[in-house]
């Protein structure tokens, strides 16, 4: 267990998301090391990382090529400025990222995380709109349901909760939509059948506010951490078509979903859709080194792109932008995908996974199962029949994931909604075992 370590941790350290006080009754558990698809504790214990840590890693953990390609950048070049600089890794990345992109996108700006490749593309599309002589563009549409960070711009296009709901004064306000959340859906629930209410609820406030629209943001066929909620291809191009049609950009963020996790390179190919931005993060390094960034197309960079005197430069940048060490574990992660054929394992993993995630539909307090890609979701409710959630304060969340410790099942519930978000190395068998340790998990969780 390492008592130790978790001493000092909770000596100095203040974690993420976590009220330390619950810290007193659930300590941090100390990772040794990681190799695959498993993190191993200081007793020789495993965890399956059925989560990719925090939906990051890709290819698992230790792989030999990734951590060669950091060693060897490392010991060539380790940090420079990336204004009045440039270095190999970063142009070898721009080429990558580029060709593998969804067309249309034709630049690549880094930054060194989700939330600022999502802060960059909101302000990259108000100065887009003034460069251009529409400055009254100057606000967001987005979805009640999005997460996409938590910078202040990024916490100002998701959807009210518990991660921003301390920080509301500072937020701008945002036209928020209703989410294409099929299982709870409004005008499912009076009988009718699918009308895309979501859809027509976006248009309605494109038709009075396009005016002063900027972008619309979208998480492209899942929403992460608003629930897993998997959604039909035919929304994601209703709105790019909805954003032609009322002359506003579109947003796709994909950190959560770029580099495989649902089976293609990035989500908006299922629906065939080129945004005008996309915002990639997590997956880019599989998870091993800190990077983000924003692509945008030839028609943003235009706008941008003038004598110094006109004012259109873009003023905005991280001291890490770039860092030459992460673009070099980016590329290499990006080369895995071909040469160990990726997007066809993942395409095995789905259908393990589909097959696991019809047996749990069947468990009497799970409510909805979803999936794509590496991706599937189980929504526990109380009452199967009318989709009536657990009490908040049952904290069902919390009661599955010390359950799965107890299977090395490493399970960290949105809500009630148990999730696996598995890095695209898992093997059938290591899935098999996965599967039926949580099972017992979720068949331990009744009203
Ligand atoms: C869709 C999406 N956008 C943005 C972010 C923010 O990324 P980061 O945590 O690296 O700031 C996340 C993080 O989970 C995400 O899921």
């Not at 006080?21 to 698809?37: L, V, Y």
């Not at 504790?41 to 840590?53: A, K, L, R, V």
């Not at 990259?124 to 979805?143: I, V």
């Amino acid at each position: 267990m390492n008592e130790g370590l978790v001493k000092r941790d909770l000596a100095f350290n203040w974690h993420p998301y976590t009220q330390m006080k619950d810290c007193e009754t659930n300590p941090p558990i100390p990772i040794q090391r990681a190799e695959g698809i498993k993190l191993f504790d200081y007793d020789g214990n495993f965890y399956y990382d059925t989560i990719s840590s925090w939906w990051c890693n890709v290819h698992g953990h230790s792989h030999p090529a990734i951590l060669e390609a950091i060693r060897t950048q490392a010991g060539r070049l380790d940090h420079i400025p990336f204004a009045g600089f440039t270095h190999e890794p970063a142009v070898r990345l721009a080429e990558q990222l580029i060709r593998i992109a969804p067309a249309g996108l034709s630049r690549v700006f880094y930054s060194d995380n989700g939330s600022t490749a999502v802060e960059v593309a909101l302000k990259m599309a108000l100065q887009f709109w003034s460069n251009k002589g529409r400055p009254l563009k100057t606000s967001f549409m987005s979805l009640d349901r999005a997460y996409h960070g938590d910078t202040v711009g990024a916490m100002s296009v998701s959807g009210g909760s518990a991660y921003n709901a301390a920080f509301r004064s500072i937020m701008f306000p945002s036209h928020r939509v209703p989410s294409p959340y099929c299982y709870r859906c409004p005008s499912a629930a009076e009988g009718g059948r699918c009308s895309f209410f979501c859809l027509s609820s976006a248009e309605d406030v494109l038709k009075e506010h396009s005016e002063n629209i900027a972008a619309i943001i979208l998480e492209p066929m899942l929403m992460g951490a608003g629930g897993m909620i998997v959604y039909p291809a035919y929304y994601l191009k209703g709105m790019r078509d909805l954003a032609r049609k009322y002359d506003v950009l579109l947003i796709l963020d994909e950190v959560a979903t770029g580099f495989g996790r649902t089976g293609r390179m990035f989500a908006s190919e299922h629906a065939d859709v080129e945004p005008d931005m996309m915002c990639v993060s997590k997956g880019i390094t599989s998870g091993y080194l800190p990077l983000g960034a924003t692509l945008v197309s030839r028609d943003i960079y235009d706008a941008f792109y003038d004598v110094h005197s006109a004012g259109k430069t873009f003023y905005h940048g991280h001291t890490y932008t770039a860092n030459p060490v992460a673009c070099a574990a980016a590329v290499r992660s990006i080369e895995l995908f071909d040469e160990e054929d990726t997007l066809a394992r993942t395409a095995e993993i789905n259908v393990t996974l589909k097959a696991f995630l019809d047996v749990a539909a069947a468990f009497p307090n799970v409510g909805d199962t979803r999936g794509i890609g590496a991706v599937g979701a189980i929504e526990m409710v109380k009452d199967k029949e009318t989709g009536e959630p657990f009490p908040p304060d049952r904290r069902v969340g919390l009661e599955i994931y010390r359950k799965g410790l107890e299977e090395n099942l490493v399970l960290r519930p949105l809500g009630d909604v148990i999730y696996f978000f598995l890095p695209l190395c898992a093997k059938k068998g290591e899935l098999e075992d996965i599967f039926e340790r949580s099972a017992r998990v979720i068949a331990s969780v009744t009203s």
